[in-house]
């Protein structure tokens, strides 16, 4: 028996939201916290689900995943809790700020991917 106190889960109105102030392109439905991210092609499709699974790993927190040739569903909830717990909003969070994230829009030394067809792998904001 764990001596660990059970994490707190947030109401579906808490959970919206929460969602609509912090993560506005994820949506709740189902007991799920989710989002799908349009990608240009299965190149795209992979990293982001290799980007999605590393940071799961690293965060000792799975989320479901659903895949086809030019999208990629990512669907969030604490089992354990049996709902939506902080747990979800940081780890959704950190999806987001990384497969969303533009170095050529930061004006660092990173340029970015070119605006080329052919280099495009994400579809940003959607």
Known sequence: MSDK?????????????RLAAEIPLWTYEGGWIRRTFKTAGW????????????L??????????TASYAWVEVRLQTHTAKGITDKDFTLAK?????????PGKDGGAL?????DP?????KYGK
């Open 94 to 102: 950190k999806i987001e700020d990384v497969v969303q994230w533009q």
């Open 43 to 54: 190149k795209g499709t992979l990293m982001v689900i290799n980007t999605v699974g590393h």
């Open 56 to 65: 799961a790993e690293a965060a000792w927190h799975h989320p479901d995943i």
């Open 5 to 17: 106190p059970q994490e707190k889960t947030y109401s579906e109105n808490e959970i919206k939201e």
């Open 111 to 115: 340029e970015g991917t070119p605006e």
């Open 118 to 122: 052919r280099f495009a792998y994400i």
